[in-house]
């Protein structure tokens, strides 16, 4: 059986890749636009240290402290819940560190940035309740 550390690093990895794809879906899906080679790199830089950033400072030390609120992972929908709305950090620290204001957080960037990080948080939180359904 892997260790719960093991089980988290492959959830980061996955989840951040289900991200990946969810931005490039929702370019393809909303704004009818392929991304270049270029592009596709940049977002995969940008994407990968905010969500490495995020998950080590945000989503992980809040699930924990939403497991140790709720005394277990029951509800489990809070879980998902809770980090699919933390997304909203890691897209204002790109955004921001890139030189964007308070607008573009409303830009068409951002929601590409905020379908891959409420991704990264769904699957985030999924994994995290299964991670530690049997864990006491």
């Avoid at 719960?4 to 009818?32: D, E, H, S």
């Avoid at 905010?50 to 809040?62: C, K, Q, S, T």
């Avoid at 005394?71 to 790109?94: Q, Y």
């Avoid at 409303?106 to 948080?121: C, K, R, T």
Wanted: hydrophobic share 60%; with cysteine.
């Amino acid at each position: 059986m892997k260790s719960a550390p093991f089980k988290l690093a492959l959830l980061c990895i996955v989840a951040w890749l289900t991200g990946v794809l969810a931005y490039v879906g929702a370019l393809a899906l909303f704004y009818r636009q392929s991304i270049s080679s270029g592009d596709f790199v940049a977002v995969l830089q940008w994407s990968a240290i905010g969500f490495v950033l995020a998950f080590i400072l945000i989503y992980l030390p809040v699930l924990l402290g939403l497991h140790r609120m709720l005394g277990g992972v029951r509800p489990r929908w809070a879980f998902p819940f809770v980090a699919a709305f933390l997304g909203i950090a890691p897209t204002a620290f790109i955004l921001f560190y890139l030189g964007g204001g308070v607008r573009s957080l409303v830009s068409q960037e951002a929601s590409l940035f905020y379908a891959m990080f409420a991704v990264d948080g769904l699957i985030i939180g999924i994994g995290y309740t299964r991670i530690y359904a049997n864990i006491a």
